[in-house]
């Protein structure tokens, strides 16, 4: 049946189509309706006596398709276009293909993954099928090719590398397997030592970073008598009303069954089956990615490795109990770093470590093991629990794991056992040479680090000191460091009165030897603070211990009333942490610490881990990277200029740009900004509001509900703040529709001002060169100035107003704002140019060069359509790299016809605006940038649009106190807000080409969470 359904055009349609479509049929109030998904063209082919209805339907549908833009085929398009065409073509074609197969109200988002929108493996062979037809035998995409390349962007550029040959005209291809690009392996080094430049968690009490700091600080104990949020707990450990100590005492997590299924694009149904370690492991790798600065979004396709210690489902066992079909792929371990590898894109390793306590700290030993040997340029390490099974916890009771008491007491005489604890801790570590090169933020440098077994010892589950004392050993040979400089412990510490002994007196016999008496080994735990994390424990001591070096104090140990009777104390060179201590400074060296711990399975691992920041508590608190110098890079035509070599003066407005999925989650990242910012003053040039504003540029992700605020001051940015975390919001408000492909129009007529271009030349390096080197031709042609003239400097006899000199300024200024928008990563499609205009235009399409645009710009202002003529006989002319587009006709010109004498010198024709915006409009540009000093000749095509108007950006150079610039104008990077908000890939490093920044901690993503249970 189902073939027969197919073999008609049948289709499948995803639950989301199905459930508008029944949406609909209710607000109708249909009594007898049939849904189906089908594909009429093959319908039509396959079924010969059609009822007059459908057929009516079929040319109906024809009538739809003619009327839609042109039928020229694909191989058609692509041969008409330019090698830069090729991939936005492609791009453009796969987009109403993909809508096609999968009947989207619109065309999809071209980074959007192909199964993300609901495609299923039928549909991956249609549009497979439907590629191969629109190629028309000059290419065959290869079977897996949907698989192999899952989003639109991908696909296009895959495609373009393969139809090279066939575009042409070539011989066909066939694609049968895919090219695997080689990849060039760093250079290791043993003595290069590896950084943490980002941690995120999410632990008891502690939902972040800052407040797992304050927990500890404040010595807060977060274990409780049950779950302390709302929500039905009933089977699960933690139940309020839960019989047993170990069924309802522990330290938990608040909200444990939320999760942002929409942010990851993972249905409700396989959300709901997804164990809680997978959620928070997706989360809080996003989150450690975020603290390092690092847009998660570009390490698609990177050698990042993913390794975490993770346990056994015990959400599993609920599901079982509710006696739900499980998945299995929601609850093993191998699947909860794999998923993140899935979710991010990355291509390094992504390997569960089972170690039980053990398990995250060997899991950063084997991430510092691939770093260090050029395996992977970055790793995510990191630990993450759930206590959820009453079974498991009685077992644990059984065996004398847990404490009767339900207290963590590690080091007391009171010690019974531990308390099981939930939590999530990630890092992201770098090799230390290059965190440094990139101006990463650095926690710390993890200098030395090793794992063993306990071998033949006293029992599987028994402590043994001889091999924990051999792991400490061996990590601190590594770190060629002495035992002496050795700080502080933070032991495992499980609180047993046969653990604990064992654990200190083997971190006295490795860090006892040369230390001086009034020098103790300070201990602690964060056991007493959190329970037992167990696969988790590793990290979150890890992370305490990050936090304190940073902070310059060790927090107080609690619970630590009565020492351990079985613990030596007057032998031993160490001392408990029972008061909050001030880590102990020696000379300015830095700070060093361990981090134990040891598992049931009998594994040990040891890590040695050392402060980047001066001993001296010298900027305490979160770290910020070194200042790097960001350079300024020369777009395209005029890559080859000269840099500026002089100073130039600070830019006043800055752009924050914020992005989130959702609106709601805009307007809370809006708010977490706005709080960020409490007491903060200062101009928009200040260090901090800079550095800022470039790490929300380049450290962040940019999705689809963006917003772009521009400011000049502290004051300013929190208005915006404001207005925008107060925004009503519902979760299902659509994007904005994205533009994708720019025009530039130039338009022909300006009043020129005197100091027209100063702001620019003062501030922005990229747009100073170009007006440098047209200022050093003119002194060439005129031994005059032509900066001079445009910044109206007393005593010259030339101004604006002759338009010998008019000419050559407003040509230079439509240049230098062309290369200033390139220089941030908006480039255009297609350019159109009005009257003299036209010559900026022509530039941008390459034409002609920077140069020669200019003396022809010269020579028309001096001396017209001859003067052009004449000039024309010395200039190199060019086919346009991108389509030229007439202002006078909506044309397509080429070279010659761009330069003709007439065409320049006329005004603008505003009767041609709509023929402009039609052949803009059929080239599928969507946003006009209006370039130079002119009138608004791209404003004024974008009213002559047909259809849904375009996205209209000012270029932001304006008369001062003219024109129709807001009191809050921001320049240029008030445009470059627009271009953001439009949704335009920007490259935020050209808004500080020229300047050193450093990375700072942002506000991390508000995540919009959601109830997933079983």
């Known amino acids: ?70 039928t020229e085929d694909l191989m058609s398009r692509l041969r008409g276009a330019g090698p830069a065409e090729h991939e936005d073509v492609l791009a453009s074609f796969l987009q109403g293909e993909v809508r096609a197969v999968l009947r989207l109200p619109t065309a999809p988002s071209v980074t959007v993954g192909f199964f993300d929108l609901g495609m299923d493996s039928l549909m991956a ?28 962007a991908s696909m296009a550029k895959h495609l373009v590398a393969e139809l090279g040959p066939a575009a042409g005209g070539g011989a066909p291809v066939r694609a049968d397997e895919p090219a695997v690009a080689a990849r060039p392996r760093p250079v290791a080094s043993d003595e290069d030592g590896i950084a943490v430049v980002g941690m995120a968690c999410r632990f008891p009490g502690a939902p972040d970073l800052a407040s797992f700091w304050e927990l500890l600080a404040a010595g807060r104990d977060a274990v409780t008598d049950g779950r302390r949020d709302g929500g039905a707990w009933n089977g699960a450990v933690g139940a309020p009303d839960a019989e047993g100590v170990d069924q309802r005492r522990g330290a938990f997590i608040d909200e444990i069954d939320m999760f942002d299924s929409r942010f990851f694009r993972i249905p409700p149904i396989e959300a709901r089956t997804m164990d809680p370690r997978q959620r928070m492991m997706l989360e809080t790798s996003w989150e450690a990615l975020e603290d390092a600065g690092l847009d998660p979004a570009g390490l698609r396709g990177s050698r990042t490795g993913v390794y975490a210690g993770v346990g056994v489902s015990e959400y599993r066992d609920l599901i079982e109990a509710s006696r739900t079909d499980q998945s299995y792929l929601g609850t093993t371990s191998s699947v909860t770093v794999g998923r993140v590898a899935f979710v991010l ?21 084997q991430a510092v093991v691939a770093l260090g040997r050029g395996e992977v340029d970055l790793a995510l390490a990191g630990g993450v629990n759930v206590v959820l099974s009453p079974s498991v916890s009685r077992l644990m009771l059984d065996l004398g794991m847990l404490s009767p008491t339900g207290q963590c007491r590690p080091f007391d005489a009171a010690a019974d056992g531990y308390v099981r604890g939930e939590g999530c801790g990630m890092i992201a570590l770098k090799r230390l040479r290059d ?26 589950t028994v402590p043994n000191g001889p091999a924990q004392e051999r792991v400490m050993a061996d990590a601190l040979a590594q770190a060629g460091i002495r035992p002496e400089q050795v700080d502080y412990l933070e032991a495992h510490a499980t609180g047993s009165q046969l653990g604990d002994p064992i654990e200190l007196q083997t971190a006295a016999a490795v860090y006892g030897p040369g230390r001086d ?106 770290p910020a990277g070194e200042p790097r110098p960001i350079p ?27 992005a989130g999925r959702s609106a709601p989650a805009l307007r809370d990242l809006a708010g977490r900004y706005l709080a960020a910012l409490d007491g903060e003053d200062g101009a928009a040039c200040d260090g901090r509001l800079s550095d800022l504003a470039w790490t929300a540029g380049v450290g962040r992700s940019h999705f689809d509900h963006r917003a772009g605020l521009p400011f000049r001051d502290a004051e300013e940015l929190r208005q915006r703040l404001r207005a925008l975390a107060d925004r009503d919001a519902a979760p299902d408000d659509p994007p904005p ?76 200024i439509a240049c230098a704002l062309t290369a200033l928008w390139a220089s941030v990563g908006v480039r255009p499609a297609a350019v159109v140019g009005s009257g003299p205009g036209g010559l900026a235009a022509a530039q941008a399409a390459g034409v002609v060069s920077l140069e020669d645009g200019l003396r022809l710009a010269a020579a028309l202002g001096s001396g017209g359509s001859d003067g052009l003529e004449a000039a024309l006989r010395d200039v190199a002319v060019a086919a346009p790299t991108v389509p030229l587009v007439d202002g006078a006709s909506g044309e397509l010109l080429e070279s010659a016809d761009a330069l003709a004498g007439d065409r320049l010198l006329q005004d603008d024709d505003r009767a041609a605006l709509s023929a402009c915006a039609a052949r803009l409009s059929q080239r599928g540009i969507d946003a006009v940038v209006d370039i130079g000093p002119g009138d608004g000749f791209g404003s004024a095509i974008g009213a002559a649009w047909p259809g849904a108007a375009p996205v209209v950006l000012r270029a932001g150079l304006r008369p001062p106190d003219g024109g129709d610039a807001p009191a809050s104008d921001c320049g240029f990077a008030g445009a470059v807000a627009g271009a953001y908000e439009a949704g335009l890939d920007i490259a935020f490093a050209g808004l500080f080409a020229g300047e050193s920044r450093r990375r700072i901690a942002l506000p991390g993503y508000p995540f919009q969470r959601r109830r997933h249970w079983i």
């Open 1 to 70: 049946i189902e073939r027969q359904r197919a073999s008609r055009g049948g289709r499948w349609f995803t639950p989301q189509q199905g459930i508008r479509a029944l949406e609909r049929l209710v607000r109708q109030d249909a009594t007898a309706s049939v849904v189906m998904s089908m594909d009429w063209a093959i319908f039509e082919e396959a079924v010969e006596d059609r009822p007059a209805f459908v057929e009516d339907l079929l040319s109906a549908a024809h009538a739809a398709d003619d009327d839609s833009g042109p």
């Open 125 to 152: 062979v249609e549009l497979r099928n439907r590629l191969n037809r629109a190629f028309a035998g000059e290419y065959v995409a290869s079977n897996t090719v949907v698989f192999d390349y899952p989003d639109i």
């Open 345 to 365: 894109g990355l291509e390094g390793p992504a390997l569960p470590i089972d170690l039980a306590c053990a398990s995250s700290l060997a899991a950063v030993h």
């Open 435 to 460: 965190a440094e090169a990139d101006g990463d933020r650095i926690w710390g440098v993890i200098r030395g680090s090793a794992v063993n077994q306990n071998g033949a010892s006293a029992g599987l």
């Open 517 to 622: 008496p009034e020098r103790p080994l300070i201990v602690g735990s964060v056991k007493s603070n959190i329970g037992h994390t167990e696969s988790a424990a590793g990290m979150a001591a890890l992370i305490k211990t990050l936090l304190a070096m940073n902070q310059g104090v060790i927090p107080k140990h609690l619970h630590y009333e009565e020492p351990n009777p079985h613990v030596e104390w007057g032998e031993l060179p160490l001392r408990v942490a029972s008061e909050p201590t001030d880590w102990p400074s020696d000379g300015g060296r830095p700070r060093v610490a361990g981090v134990n711990a040891f598992g049931i399975s009998g594994a040990n691992a040891h890590v040695l881990v050392e402060g980047y920041a001066p001993a001296d508590g010298r900027g305490a608190g979160p």
């Open 632 to 658: 300024v890079s020369l777009p395209g035509p005029v890559a080859e200029l000269p840099a500026p070599v002089e100073e130039w003066g600070e830019r006043t407005a800055r752009v924050l740009p914020l």
């Open 737 to 812: 529709g994205a533009a994708t492909k720019v025009a530039f129009a130039y338009g022909g007529g300006f009043d020129p001002w005197p100091g027209m271009g100063a702001e620019l030349y003062a501030s922005e390096p990229v747009a100073r060169a170009v007006l440098e080197r047209c200022d050093a031709l003119m002194r060439e042609e005129r031994a005059e100035s032509l900066l001079e003239v445009m910044f109206g400097q007393a005593g010259l006899d030339e101004d604006l107003c002759d338009p010998a000199w008019a000419a050559p300024a407003g040509y230079a």
